[in-house]
């Protein structure tokens, strides 16, 4: 019998208790679904309901909870029975709760967590101030970074350490021992405790702290990841004071690593009270029931917890976490296998996430400068949302990242807000004013306002247009473009700017992007599905009927998660084998039991379980899953050969983790049904849409060529069969769904399904566009540019194999048109940034008519445009009709390339060939043939010809790393093959000659603005290098917004290795340039293009060819960014200096045995200088021309035979003034066994200077601290420049400078 209404069941026909509720609770709105049963009709057999209630999630004059009142709402729509606000929620027709929250992730974003502090091991007190010490954005002058999130720190006096270290090529049974001392910690590895604290000591240390107030507080000590005793000791006196939460780092989060690992706990302890505070604010508006549900909360790892095992760190991303489970249950078939792109496009911006059969975790990100170290969902986040802020900038159409949020909002919220996206596309009638909510006014009653949006657009259109027709030489007219034109314009640069992290997420993991079907979901997402599809060559797409609240709705299909984690040290062997599958299986059983407890039966748990694994020398792991067939190393070796393209045969496997997920399934849910059900759909073609039920209107849309008639649809009235062909809008009461032409929708039950229909491929191209320059097509192209350069960048880190460009990233990527001019550079390393130009150049004409297809070239000589000899550039022409139409390149520092001294950075060098290998360029590969034998020669044989020299110390991982540079231009000639055939190659050309003169517009206006400032034009400044050489810089500035840099006056050529190569000098000079524009520019050679610069011959700025520069590169240039930063009045001087820091060991023999030697290199961050527009200089971070990243301490002194005693900020070292200098760092070192270590430093003898009247820096500082067994230590100065041989026991303490102050 059907039943006359859609109410609940009685309870006599099973109702009672049978409504289940997920609940999304976003920053703008929250989304409720709830199912529960009702009687079967001949139309819906399924004999379930589904409702939707969508609601804002602030709205305090109606309701005080969003979530509790969309389960109101619910259970009203259920019963049919009222369930008054002012009244506890009955909750006896309530089954389950399952919930999504941005609580945590806003007061993250926010800073509004729970205050509480810190407690570390004795001289890290600021080791999350300082972090990894690279600088979020390079061209940010101010490096804005976000506060740490504790409010005291608590520095224990204790101290354990590692026996042994990785990096000991002798026999593993000498990393152990039977001291009394040392203990087997949980990972295997051996634990020498140095220092156990005074506890009482502790107690009182504690006890101040809780007589503050704070009441949260979070534990990470060093090596806590294996030896947890006096982190649980701590925990226990803490608790017996009185804190009412207390986070233990070996608890939360047992992986090496300090820095993550405390980012994390201390994220825990702020974050977690909140959310306890919240869920029982929550419960209290329940009746006494509200005990008697089962209530879940979404993890970020896309697995629910009970609400009593549900901490803040696991709940960041736990809203888009519920979304990627939405789109993977409903979406993917087993049995099609057809991978899935996630695309949820939200109000302010969009995540992207990848699903191929499994959930694919990361764990170790960054949200909101705090790292994070637990498992998450991949999902990545750019900021383009419906509201996205739309610019003009610099000749470029730019889309966020700012967004206008939801107040003001957009133009037509009718707050004041200002143009978005969500404007463009309301303008182009894909969003209609008639059938979007009338919520808007001051009576909350008003329909969206069409002319506030128009009015906003004419006027940013009459200012693009006058600006290009003021570019434009006379010869060629500028064509107007219209309001229409503009606005679709920036949704195709909107659109770009979102297929960026795609391509990441996809291609960075060896998948083809064009193998996947996208799944589209979010507000804002339907109206860019199809273009977002076109551009990343993607031919369907999926929107589920409830894609705008998938989210809840995905919480509804999730599966209940614990994860338990153990930390590893173990070489993968037969005999390893055993022993680690063994504990894999205790940590299984340990997680069933826990789900079990929960109410699970056997039948409904699942166990998966994981190596993280990785090669010996090397920080990137895997996470590899069981295997069916075969073992772990060959699924690693598999995963390995994917993702980065090689493996590495004789090189150890190391088992850092071992990790068991274990699942429990409340309800099973057939996924992928939407693929059963296309194969059986009779589909019916709506001809004339006009005559079906779900039409609504034909309205003018706008499309690439015009306006086009396009039919509007409900997608509620639609039936399963239904082919909807575009252009058409189909309509949900929730969001808007575009069909573009050439695309057509099939409906299902459960999805609208596009899908790309075949067009005829042009001969040329699939864009017609002129050559003539247009903002829209600018602002792609300079979008593809930049991306291109980007993949090649993912290309070179994924397939090398050394430290230094795979984990601290020390290369640079980049494109140049045929004549050598830098068109693209992917963010990477400053110094790098105007010198590959002059290696380009160099070659081209030193090849001239001699390069052939297939040619790659290698030049590292400072003479031909290299900065210093461990920096390798490998150029690959790129050629069309055999005639050179493109160059990519790519330059890596590499470890060691020969020379006086081990890693190539001899402090002490005063001839080029001291410093390794050089070449003014040879071909590495000729016509497609690798030339081994000429490298080898290069690398081995020609640095070993000098005295004292020798070559590479590792020329297996240099050859390996230079492979990988010859595979990352390859792939910048595929990607750039690809764009010609899309654009034509003659509009690449132009495009690349436009993006040039547009950065150049830019640059001269920012120095006309200088000159108005300074009327003469004239500026000037100098400083010196710690042996008195001189730079010193005159800047003549026209009228027309030219510049003439003169470095004359500048000191001789240096007998020493501060020499640096004229490139350098460009480098700083398009760096500071770049920094000083403070908007987005594409960094390119037009920068430099109103620039002339004169640099003295045979001056230490230009020196001759066999000058050593070593230096030049990491110290010399750090010092001319001083130098043009403090002429231009913008910033006091930085720290001046990169520190470099190499130690290690040369091949040595016992017993009869030879073993390899092994070298150790690190930057060190410094005082950041302020600015007049800045409030205080950055304290312990890298400026100016690095960003390299440093390791962390347990990373080190598991690997070397170190103790770092000190790693904390200089405080005091900042210069004085209205705004203060940055402070330098302390970074203290222990060496455990006799060794060479080598420092190359500067600002060691002259301080920073201060500006406009603030104080210098602190001069940095450099000691040797001799210990004795029966005498007192002896402290030398080693002064900047040194190699010394140091004996156990001993110290190294570096103190870098701190940054200048600005004003008094």
Request: with cysteine.
């Amino acid at each position: 019998m059907e039943t006359t209404d859609n109410r609940l069941l009685l309870e006599e026909c099973g109702g009672k208790h049978r409504v289940r509720i997920s609940v999304d609770r976003g920053g703008t709105f929250t989304d409720c679904v709830g199912i529960f049963p009702v009687e079967p009709t001949a139309k819906d057999p399924s004999g379930e309901r589904v409702v939707v209630v969508k609601l804002l999630s602030e709205d305090p004059t109606h309701y005080s909870d969003a979530p509790r009142e969309g389960i109101r709402r619910i259970l009203e729509i259920a019963t049919g029975s009222p369930h008054p606000r002012d009244a506890l929620l009955a909750t006896e027709n309530i089954e389950s709760i399952r919930m999504g929250t941005t609580v945590a992730t806003n007061a993250l974003l926010e800073r509004k967590g729970e205050p509480c502090a810190l407690v570390v091991t004795l001289g890290f007190r600021d080791l999350l101030k300082i972090g990894n010490q690279a600088r979020p954005k390079i061209f940010d002058l101010s490096i804005s970074k976000p506060d740490v999130l504790y409010q005291h720190v608590v520095q224990i006096d204790e101290r354990v350490t590692l026996v042994g270290y990785a990096m000991d090529p002798r026999p593993a049974a000498q990393n152990q021992s039977d001291e009394t001392n040392v203990v087997v910690g949980r990972s295997g590895e051996h634990v020498r405790i140095l220092k156990t604290p005074e506890w009482a000591t502790v107690r009182k240390q504690l006890q101040q702290v809780f007589d503050t107030g704070i009441r949260s507080v979070a534990v990470c000590l060093m090596h806590a990841y294996t030896f947890t005793a006096h982190e649980e000791e701590i925990g226990r006196i803490a608790s017996e004071i009185g804190f009412t939460h207390v986070t233990l780092s070996s608890q939360l989060s047992p992986r090496i690593k300090i820095v993550p690992r405390a980012h994390s706990a201390t994220a825990d302890a702020y974050l977690t009270p909140g959310i306890r505070r919240y869920v029982d604010g929550f419960a209290s508006g329940f009746d006494a029931g509200f005990g008697d549900i089962r209530i879940d909360f979404m993890q970020s790892d896309g697995g629910l917890a009970p609400v009593e095992h549900f901490s803040g760190l696991r709940a960041i991303l736990s809203g888009p976490a519920a979304g990627v489970v939405g789109y993977a249950v409903t979406s993917y078939s087993e049995s099609e296998k057809i991978s899935l792109v996630g695309f949820d496009m939200g109000g302010t911006s969009t995540d992207v996430s990848r699903f191929g059969g499994e959930f694919e975790h990361v764990f170790e990100t960054t949200t909101a400068g705090v790292t994070i170290q637990a498992p998450q969902l991949d999902i990545n986040t750019v900021a383009a949302g419906g509201g996205s802020r739309l610019f003009f900038r610099n000749g470029l159409m730019v889309v966020g990242p700012e967004s206008a949020g939801a107040f003001p909002g957009p133009a037509c919220y009718r707050n004041g807000g200002p143009l978005c996206i969500t404007d463009a596309n309301l303008l182009l009638g894909r969003l209609r004013v008639e059938h979007f909510p009338h919520i808007f006014g001051p009576s909350e009653d008003q329909p969206l306002d069409m002319n506030a949006t128009r009015a906003l657009f004419e006027q940013l259109v009459a200012d693009i247009n006058a600006e290009m027709r003021a570019r434009h030489t006379a010869e060629s007219a500028y064509q107007n473009k219209s309001v229409e034109e503009i606005a679709l314009g920036f949704l195709q640069v909107a659109n770009e700017t979102m297929c960026r992290p795609i391509r990441t997420l996809t291609e960075a993991r060896g998948h083809n992007v064009q193998n996947h079907s996208l799944a589209c979901f979010g507000g804002a997402g339907g109206q860019h599905a199809c273009a977002v599809a076109v551009n990343l060559g993607i031919r369907r797409v999926f929107v589920h009927r409830l894609a705008s609240v998938l989210s809840a709705y995905g919480l509804g299909l999730s599966e209940v998660v614990h994860e338990e984690q153990s930390p590893a040290a173990a070489i993968w062997s037969n005999e390893a084998q055993q022993p680690l599958l063994a504990r894999l299986e205790k940590l299984s059983r340990v997680g069933c039991r826990k789900l079990i407890s929960q109410g699970f039966l056997d039948s409904q748990i699942r166990v998966q379980r994981f190596l993280n694994m990785r090669y010996d020398g090397t920080d990137t792991s895997i996470m590899v899953p069981e295997a069916t067939i075969g073992d772990y190393q060959l699924r690693f070796e598999s995963m390995h050969q994917r993702e980065f393209g090689f493996v590495l045969r004789n090189r150890r496997i190391i088992v850092d983790d071992l990790r068991a997920r274990v699942t429990g399934t409340l309800s099973k849910v057939k996924a992928g049904q939407v693929y059963d059900e296309l194969k059986s759909l009779q589909r019916r073609e709506l001809c004339e849409p006009n005559t079906h039920p779900a039409f609504v209107d034909t309205v003018s849309v706008y499309f690439q060529g015009g306006y086009r008639p396009t039919a509007v649809l409900k997608l509620g009235l639609l039936n399963p069969g239904d082919v909807v062909r575009g252009p058409a809008i189909v309509l949900d009461c929730n969001s808007t769904v575009l069909v573009e032409p050439n695309w057509v929708a099939t409906v299902t039950s459960t999805q609208l399904v596009l899908d790309n229909t075949p067009v005829t491929t042009l001969d040329v191209s699939t864009h017609h566009i002129s050559t003539e320059i247009d903002p829209i097509h600018l602002s792609v192209l300079a979008n593809r540019f930049m991306s291109i350069a980007e993949q090649m960048g993912r290309t070179l880190e994924k397939t090398s194999v050394s430290t230094n460009i795979k984990e601290r990233l020390d290369f640079s990527c980049a494109l140049f048109d045929q004549h050598g001019n830098l068109v693209a550079n992917a963010p990477h390393i400053p110094v790098h940034l105007g010198s590959m130009s002059h290696a380009v150049k160099f070659q081209l004409d030193r090849f001239s008519e001699d390069l052939q297809e297939g040619d790659v070239i290698l030049v590292n000589h400072p003479q031909a445009g290299g900065t210093h000899l461990p920096d390798i550039t490998i150029i690959s022409p790129v050629f069309h009709d055999s005639r050179i139409i493109f160059f990519v390149a790519s330059r890596g520092h590499h470890a060691d390339i020969g020379g006086i001294s081990p890693g190539s950075m001899p402090p002490n060098s005063r001839e080029l060939f001291q410093e390794g290998a050089s070449s003014m360029g040879m071909k590495i590969v000729d016509r497609g043939e690798f030339q081994e034998e000429a490298v080898r020669h290069m690398l081995l044989e020609e640095p070993a010809q000098y005295p004292e020299c020798s070559g590479t110390r590792n020329y297996r991982d240099v050859l390996s790393d230079l492979k990988a540079q010859i595979a990352a231009n390859h792939r910048g000639i595929a990607l750039l093959s690809q764009l010609c055939a899309e654009y034509g190659l003659e509009v690449v050309q132009e495009y690349m000659a436009h993006i040039q003169h547009t950065a150049e517009a830019a640059v001269r206006l920012l120095l006309k603005e200088t000159r108005v400032k300074h009327p003469t034009g004239q500026l000037s400044g100098h400083d010196f290098m710690d042996d008195g050489s001189k730079i010193s810089l005159h800047v003549d500035i026209s009228e027309d917004g030219s510049a003439l840099f003169d470095f004359t006056g500048t000191s001789p050529e240096i007998y020493g290795n501060t020499n640096a190569p004229p490139s350098v000098t460009h480098s700083a000079i398009i760096y500071c340039l770049r920094c000083m524009v403070q908007s987005d520019l594409p960094l390119n050679q037009g920068c430099l293009a109103p620039v002339r610069v004169v640099i003295p011959e045979n001056s230490f700025l230009s020196p001759s060819s066999t000058a050593a520069v070593v230096g030049g590169n990491v110290l010399t240039s750090q010092r001319l960014c001083d130098v043009i930063l403090a002429t231009f009045g913008v910033a006091a001087a930085s720290q001046g200096c990169m520190n470099n820091l190499t130690f290690g060991i040369p091949a040595i023999e016992e017993g009869g045995m030879r073993y390899e030697g092994w070298g150790y290199y690190e930057t060190i961050a410094g005082g950041h200088g302020a600015g007049r527009d800045w409030q205080k200089g950055q304290d312990g971070v890298h400026t100016n021309m690095t960003n390299t990243k440093i390791t962390d301490p347990e990373i080190l002194e598991r690997r070397y035979p170190v103790i770092l005693h000190r790693f904390m900020l200089r405080e005091g070292s900042g210069g004085t003034g209205m705004h203060p200098g940055g402070n330098g760092c302390i970074r203290d070192i222990e060496f455990l066994e006799a060794m060479s270590v080598s420092l190359l430093t500067e600002r060691r003898v002259f301080q920073p200077p201060g500006l406009d009247g603030g104080g210098n820096g602190a001069c940095g500082l450099n000691l040797w601290e001799r210990h004795f067994e029966h005498k007192d230590k002896q402290v030398l100065n080693l002064g900047g420049k040194n190699s010394v041989f140091v004996q156990p026991g001993d110290h190294i303490v570096i103190m870098t400078p701190g940054g200048g102050g600005y004003g008094k």
